[in-house]
Protein backbone atom coordinates (compact mmCIF):
# COMPACT_ATOMS: atom_id res chain seq x y z
CA UNK A 1 0.00 0.00 0.00
CA UNK A 2 1.09 3.75 -0.90
CA UNK A 3 -0.19 6.78 0.48
CA UNK A 4 0.51 9.59 -1.80
CA UNK A 5 0.24 13.11 -0.80
CA UNK A 6 -0.11 16.09 -2.89
CA UNK A 7 0.86 19.93 -1.89
CA UNK A 8 1.80 23.42 -3.12
CA UNK A 9 -1.04 24.26 -5.26
CA UNK A 10 -1.71 28.16 -5.18
CA UNK A 11 -3.26 30.62 -7.16
CA UNK A 12 -0.62 32.13 -9.95
CA UNK A 13 -1.07 34.74 -12.31
CA UNK A 14 -1.00 33.81 -15.75
CA UNK A 15 3.21 33.39 -16.32
CA UNK A 16 3.48 32.29 -13.26
CA UNK A 17 5.25 29.38 -12.00
CA UNK A 18 4.30 26.95 -8.82
CA UNK A 19 6.23 23.83 -7.98
CA UNK A 20 3.65 20.86 -6.71
CA UNK A 21 5.11 17.71 -4.44
CA UNK A 22 3.95 14.40 -3.90
CA UNK A 23 5.02 12.85 -0.83
CA UNK A 24 5.21 9.22 -0.89
CA UNK A 25 4.62 6.73 2.34
CA UNK A 26 6.02 3.08 3.12
CA UNK A 27 9.82 2.31 1.69
CA UNK A 28 9.52 1.14 -1.82
CA UNK A 29 9.54 4.49 -3.57
CA UNK A 30 12.41 3.59 -5.72
CA UNK A 31 10.31 0.78 -7.47
CA UNK A 32 7.45 3.09 -8.34
CA UNK A 33 6.79 5.14 -11.40
CA UNK A 34 5.38 8.08 -10.93
CA UNK A 35 2.85 10.31 -12.78
CA UNK A 36 1.42 13.55 -12.43
CA UNK A 37 -2.78 14.16 -13.47
CA UNK A 38 -4.72 16.64 -13.95
CA UNK A 39 -8.44 17.36 -14.15
CA UNK A 40 -10.05 20.48 -15.02
CA UNK A 41 -14.11 21.72 -14.55
CA UNK A 42 -15.95 20.02 -17.39
CA UNK A 43 -12.79 18.20 -18.63
CA UNK A 44 -11.24 14.46 -18.18
CA UNK A 45 -8.54 13.49 -16.27
CA UNK A 46 -5.56 14.47 -18.41
CA UNK A 47 -1.72 12.98 -18.30
CA UNK A 48 0.50 15.70 -17.20
CA UNK A 49 4.21 13.80 -16.66
CA UNK A 50 5.29 10.56 -15.82
CA UNK A 51 9.42 9.48 -14.41
CA UNK A 52 10.53 6.26 -14.04
CA UNK A 53 12.19 4.40 -11.14
CA UNK A 54 15.48 6.43 -11.07
CA UNK A 55 14.54 9.55 -12.68
CA UNK A 56 16.27 9.11 -16.05
CA UNK A 57 13.05 8.61 -17.81
CA UNK A 58 10.28 11.14 -18.00
CA UNK A 59 7.34 11.58 -20.05
CA UNK A 60 5.21 14.80 -21.27
CA UNK A 61 1.71 15.62 -22.50
CA UNK A 62 2.15 17.64 -25.49
CA UNK A 63 0.11 21.07 -23.46
CA UNK A 64 2.91 21.10 -21.19
CA UNK A 65 6.46 19.89 -22.72
CA UNK A 66 8.75 22.90 -22.48
CA UNK A 67 6.63 24.30 -19.67
CA UNK A 68 6.93 21.71 -17.18
CA UNK A 69 9.59 19.38 -15.18
CA UNK A 70 9.17 16.29 -13.06
CA UNK A 71 11.63 15.35 -11.21
CA UNK A 72 11.98 12.70 -7.70
CA UNK A 73 14.08 12.23 -5.00
CA UNK A 74 14.08 8.93 -3.83
CA UNK A 75 15.66 9.71 -0.37
CA UNK A 76 12.76 12.26 0.58
CA UNK A 77 10.17 9.94 -0.96
CA UNK A 78 8.97 12.77 -3.18
CA UNK A 79 8.36 13.68 -6.48
CA UNK A 80 7.75 16.76 -7.83
CA UNK A 81 6.54 18.91 -10.91
CA UNK A 82 7.61 22.34 -11.50
CA UNK A 83 5.43 24.35 -13.69
CA UNK A 84 6.60 27.53 -15.41
CA UNK A 85 4.59 29.86 -17.92
CA UNK A 86 1.36 28.56 -16.21
CA UNK A 87 -1.65 29.39 -18.32
CA UNK A 88 -5.20 29.94 -16.91
CA UNK A 89 -5.86 26.22 -19.19
CA UNK A 90 -3.26 24.56 -16.49
CA UNK A 91 -6.32 25.32 -14.00
CA UNK A 92 -7.04 22.12 -12.82
CA UNK A 93 -6.55 19.41 -9.60
CA UNK A 94 -3.37 17.77 -9.88
CA UNK A 95 -2.81 14.76 -8.46
CA UNK A 96 -0.07 12.00 -8.39
CA UNK A 97 -0.21 8.61 -9.09
CA UNK A 98 1.86 5.33 -9.00
CA UNK A 99 2.94 2.37 -10.32
CA UNK A 100 5.35 -0.59 -8.56
CA UNK A 101 6.46 -0.79 -12.10
CA UNK A 102 9.20 0.49 -14.49
CA UNK A 103 8.36 3.46 -16.80
CA UNK A 104 6.46 2.43 -20.50
CA UNK A 105 5.89 4.94 -23.50
CA UNK A 106 2.33 3.79 -23.39
CA UNK A 107 0.81 2.38 -19.95
CA UNK A 108 2.55 5.58 -18.40
CA UNK A 109 -0.04 7.87 -20.51
CA UNK A 110 -2.94 6.02 -19.03
CA UNK A 111 -4.17 6.70 -15.55
CA UNK A 112 -6.19 3.66 -15.17
CA UNK A 113 -2.57 2.20 -15.07
CA UNK A 114 -1.84 3.22 -12.10
CA UNK A 115 -2.30 1.69 -8.62
CA UNK A 116 -2.31 4.34 -6.19
CA UNK A 117 -3.50 8.18 -6.39
CA UNK A 118 -3.19 11.13 -4.13
CA UNK A 119 -6.16 13.33 -3.10
CA UNK A 120 -5.01 16.02 -5.52
CA UNK A 121 -4.07 19.67 -5.25
CA UNK A 122 -5.84 22.67 -6.56
CA UNK A 123 -3.90 24.94 -8.93
CA UNK A 124 -5.73 28.53 -10.20
CA UNK A 125 -4.48 30.06 -13.23
CA UNK A 126 -5.59 33.17 -13.26
CA UNK A 127 -6.19 34.98 -16.80
Known amino acids: QVHLVESGGDWVQTGGSLRLSCAAS????????MGWFRQAPGKEREFVAA????????LYADSVQGRFTISRDNAKNTVYLQMAILKPDDTAVYSC????????????????????WGQGTQVTVSS
Open 97 to 116: AAKDASTYTTDTYNAAWYDY
Open 51 to 58: IGRSGGVT
Open 26 to 33: GRTFGRLT
